[in-house]
């Protein structure tokens, strides 16, 4: 069955980096757009960064594009996001994507806090 697996998440202080990682199966990865979003506690769910199927196009939020890098690796079926210059306001569960057409897929989520 369809799986997106997030994983990398955890506690990080301010001004630190952290690399999430997203497993896909179940589908063909490299058909897909794949993108990362975020939810923090109170809000809803913000595009972080999105990346397309065959890594070519790659986009982000304003307030992450010069912090954060998003890649994939459509051999390993991996999508990635790597996260530096963390800031407190980073701090929400942060979740895999993959569409293409009307198909849209998420993983569970993983938490990054970030804290002093």
């Known amino acids: 069955q369809v799986q997106l697996v997030e994983s990398g998440g955890g506690l990080v202080q301010p001004g630190g980096s952290l690399r999430l990682s997203c497993a896909a199966s179940?589908?063909?990865?490299?058909?897909?757009?794949t993108r990362w979003y975020r939810q923090a506690p109170g809000k809803e769910r913000e595009l972080v960064a999105g990346?397309?199927?065959?890594?070519?196009?790659?986009s982000y939020a304003d307030s992450m594009k010069d912090r954060f890098t998003i890649s994939r690796d459509n051999a390993k079926n991996t999508l990635s996001l790597q996260m530096n210059s963390l800031k407190f306001e980073d701090t929400a569960v942060y979740y895999c994507?993959?569409?293409?057409?009307?198909?849209?897929?998420w993983g569970q989520g993983t938490q990054v806090t970030v804290s002093s």
């Open positions: 179940g589908f063909t990865f490299n058909n897909y757009a």
């Open positions: 990346i397309s199927s065959h890594g070519g196009v790659t």
């Open positions: 994507n993959a569409a293409r057409g009307g198909l849209n897929y």
